[in-house]
């Protein structure tokens, strides 16, 4: 039979404070009913300690998709397409800024540049339509000569 | 030079800060002891084992809420406890149809000794209030104040269930000689 009053199991589980276990030992050395009980007490935790710990199946994957996965915008940044459409940004962008930034011409460059045009084209014209305009008077002199000859064949007795 | 080992708040800290490799060396320093904690409680080494995967899901989640991140343990081990409990309660059916939850603890990696039959058989006798404070403090090594906060009840309660436990595993296993078999 053990005392009551002393806390064999706090001091077998070390939850005793240094004074308390102190007292406890003593008692211990001197109390065979508490010897036999704290025996029994060690005997039932060496037995819980035949149950060894198991090992764990797998390493735990707390990395799971719906924690770590990137964002939707992330995912976007990151998918294939995502050259092509940053490409696309770009050349639309600096399309934007060279009309916005590149100046006008001035009025003098503006008439310098009709004066041009208008002599290309007159160059075009006489290169081009005066070939045209000579067969065509070419063709209508035939035509006359033509109709004359005729009348004189039908008019001859 | 003198390499310390990184302890578990800095580790926190740097999980908080973002760094996810941080977090994996701290489950790695927790799983095996979150793991047989579950499987004690709930006897199944699957469902021990998807339990424990939720268990480090919530607690990265909830880090940010961990004030002091020196009492990670027993914060990370009351997250468990939730966990194990829920998971009784939806099984509950079918754990009453058993006689001897711990029974059903057996399975591989196991012992064949006779001791840890009888040891299971104890723990069987136990309620599950009292088999989970044996785990924690004589499997997991909490302290009664910690206890306190993985079960979130006083001290004192935590006292009375480990000491009834004791006497009830006292009357099944102290007349067992372990040495025998070892």
Redesign the interface.
């Known amino acids: 039979m053990n005392c009551p009053q002393q806390d064999l199991?706090?001091y077998l589980?070390g939850?005793l404070a240094e004074a308390e276990r102190r007292q406890v030992a003593d008692h211990l050395s001197g109390c065979s009913g508490c010897s036999e009980e704290m025996a029994?007490?060690r005997?039932?935790?060496?037995?819980?300690?035949?149950?060894?710990?198991?090992?764990?199946?797998?390493?735990?994957?707390?990395?799971?998709d719906r924690?770590?996965e990137p964002k939707g915008w992330n995912r976007l940044w990151n998918s294939a397409p995502r050259l092509g459409f940053a490409s696309a940004v770009i050349l639309a962008a600096a399309i934007l800024v060279h009309a916005l930034v590149r100046p006008g011409p001035t009025a003098a460059e503006v008439a310098a540049m009709e004066a041009r045009i208008q002599r290309e084209v007159a160059s075009r014209v006489q290169a081009d339509l005066i070939p045209v305009m000579e067969e065509i008077q070419y063709l209508q002199k035939r035509a006359a000569v033509s109709y004359r000859n005729s009348l004189y064949l039908e008019n001859r007795p | 030079m003198i390499f310390r080992e990184v302890e578990d708040p800095d580790l926190i800290a740097r999980t908080k800060r973002g760094k996810?490799d941080a977090?994996?060396v701290l489950?790695?320093r927790w799983?095996?002891r979150v793991?047989?904690y579950l499987?004690r409680l709930v006897g199944d080494?699957e469902d021990a084992?998807d339990l424990?995967?939720e268990v480090?899901?919530k607690a990265?989640?909830n880090l940010g809420k961990l004030q002091d991140a020196a009492r990670f343990g027993p914060w990370l081990f009351r997250i468990a406890h939730n966990e194990a409990f829920s998971h009784l309660r939806r099984k509950r059916p079918e754990v009453e149809m058993e006689s001897e939850p711990a029974g059903r603890i057996a399975g591989p990696?196991?012992?064949p000794?006779e001791?840890?039959l009888?040891?299971?058989h104890?723990?069987g006798r136990l309620s599950e209030d009292q088999r989970e404070a044996?785990v924690l403090?004589?499997?997991q090594g909490f302290?009664?104040e910690e206890m306190a906060e993985v079960l979130d009840c006083p001290v004192s309660t935590v006292?009375s269930r480990?000491?009834a436990a004791?006497d009830v595993?006292?009357e099944t296993?102290?007349p067992?000689d372990?040495r025998g078999?070892q």
């Open positions: 199991k706090g589980l939850e029994r007490l005997l039932t935790t060496a037995a819980l300690g035949q149950l060894h710990e198991q090992e764990i199946p797998c390493r735990i994957a707390f990395v799971s924690i770590f | 996810v977090y994996n489950v790695s799983e095996k793991f047989n499987v080494r084992m424990s995967q480090f899901l990265y989640r990696g196991m012992e000794l001791a840890a009888a040891v299971r104890a723990l044996i403090k004589v499997y302290k009664f006292k480990v000491y004791l595993l006292k296993l102290a067992i372990t078999a």
